[in-house]
């Protein structure tokens, strides 16, 4: 999709928002913070997407103890600065729920502004909502207990791909491409230490890091990829820098398997289709469309048929909006305190049909997570992006593997 295309329908996007607002001044506010224009705008557009499909299912069942969730939108030009500037225009206009999901450094500026916009206004506080950023970060050293995360982060997938790797004996060597910035540098920092741990036989023959969503040509970086010998490639890339760099490895007939962490996202499954890169992407994250499950594929075939896109790249809009709607129900009260009270240990239902809870200690949510593969669709299984492929089922790992101790995360309650 060109730029162009994405910035037309983001924009048009927000303004079907705006105009679909019917409710008065007493609505529950909630913040996309995110950007809306230049290279990731794309992945905002899905953001919002799958978040006000999920609220327009809770206000049509009574919104919030009876008060409808309005969604606004803020620009923050992927910038941790801009993401604090547009904060205080959010919490200005009403807004009691701050979302940002792209660039966990986004996500810290967002964690961090309101840690002191707290602090400084008591009666009128606010909740955090880390909708995609996936960093340990959020629930380690910048927990706060006025901020939650939706997904399933770094190091918990991590771990499921060392239980996967564990049972695949023919993999001995792993070529690790990452971008600059906490997120790509926190996965490559916990792949090492997990294969030192889980499979110390697999010898690390690269470690790249590149610019974030700055690289154009990754066709340098697949010929390393090549000249190493490597088995698999593990990437935390995402967005355009994912995209470009399969193009790269499809036009290079690079036949080498990646295990990769966003390749759900938009985008991703056309290239991986183009380059023909048959079940050669495999994505390690919190679930896809392949699931077998019912109640994720009425979901889908619901939202596909509203929206022309899959809702599984960003499951945590959907979890954030359903423990939202159960938290207000079991608080009997919309009011901040009140929320995040009734938000710790609180469980729901993902998308994926899988159970999920809040762990008190960290604010991390804890479910199941998958490994799948990508490749033509069969026996009635789900598209994606209009390619005939889907998404297939390699392992589902429950949680039980997967979660870790909390690490590094001093909350302060009030």
């Not at 230049?38 to 992945?43: L, M, N």
């Not at 959010?90 to 701050?98: T, V, Y």
């Not at 964690?111 to 916009?117: E, Q």
């Not at 909708?131 to 997904?151: I, M, Q, R």
């Amino acid at each position: 999709m060109s730029r162009l295309k994405t910035t037309s329908l983001l924009t048009s996007l927000v303004l079907s928002l705006a105009a679909s607002t019917a409710y008065a001044a007493d609505t529950f506010k909630f913040a996309v913070i995110d950007p809306l224009s230049g290279p990731a705008a794309v992945v905002t557009e899905r953001i919002l997407n799958v978040l006000t499909y999920s609220v327009k299912e809770v206000n049509d069942k009574g919104g919030l103890n009876g008060q409808p969730i309005e969604v606004l939108t803020f620009d923050n030009k992927m910038s941790p600065q801009e993401t604090a500037i547009q904060a205080q225009k959010a919490i200005d206009q009403g807004a009691r729920i701050l979302q940002t999901s792209v660039s966990s450094g986004n996500t810290f500026a967002l964690v961090d502004f309101v840690a002191k916009y707290n602090r400084r206004n008591p009666d009128n506080k606010v909740i955090v909502f880390d909708g995609a950023s996936h960093d340990p970060l959020t629930t380690g050293e910048k927990c706060n207990y006025y901020s939650f995360s939706w997904v399933l982060n770094a190091n918990m997938k991590t771990k499921g791909l060392g239980v996967f790797l564990k049972s695949q004996s023919d993999i001995k060597k792993v070529y690790l491409l990452n971008a600059e910035g906490s997120s790509g540098q926190t996965t490559r920092a916990r792949v090492m230490d997990m294969l030192k741990e889980m499979r110390p036989d697999i010898e690390i023959v690269g470690d790249e890091t590149h610019p974030l969503q700055k690289v154009t040509d990754f066709a340098p970086y697949v010929a390393k990829i090549r000249s190493s010998g490597a088995d698999v490639v593990i990437t935390s890339d995402w967005g355009a820098d994912l995209a470009l760099v399969l193009k790269a490895a499809g036009e290079a007939k690079l036949a080498t398997k990646w295990f990769t962490y966003f390749s759900t996202g938009p985008g991703a499954p056309t290239s991986i289709k183009q380059a023909g890169l048959d079940n050669l992407i495999y994505s390690v994250f919190d679930g896809d469309a392949g699931i077998d499950n019912a109640d994720l594929k009425a979901f889908e075939e619901s939202f596909r048929k509203e929206k022309g896109t899959s809702a599984s790249p960003f499951p945590g809009d959907t979890s954030a909006v359903r423990a939202l709607k159960a938290a207000s129900e079991k608080a009997g009260s919309n009011d901040v305190d009140a929320l995040v009270a009734a938000l710790e240990g609180i469980q729901i239902k993902t998308v994926f049909g899988a159970d999920a809870t809040v762990r008190p200690d960290d604010h991390q949510i804890i479910t199941q997570m998958a490994i799948s593969s990508f490749g033509p669709t069969k026996d009635g299984g789900l598209d994606e992006e209009g390619t005939s492929w889907g998404w297939h089922t390699q392992a589902i790992i429950p949680a039980t593997d997967i979660t870790l101790e909390p690490k590094d995360c001093e909350m302060k309650r009030p």
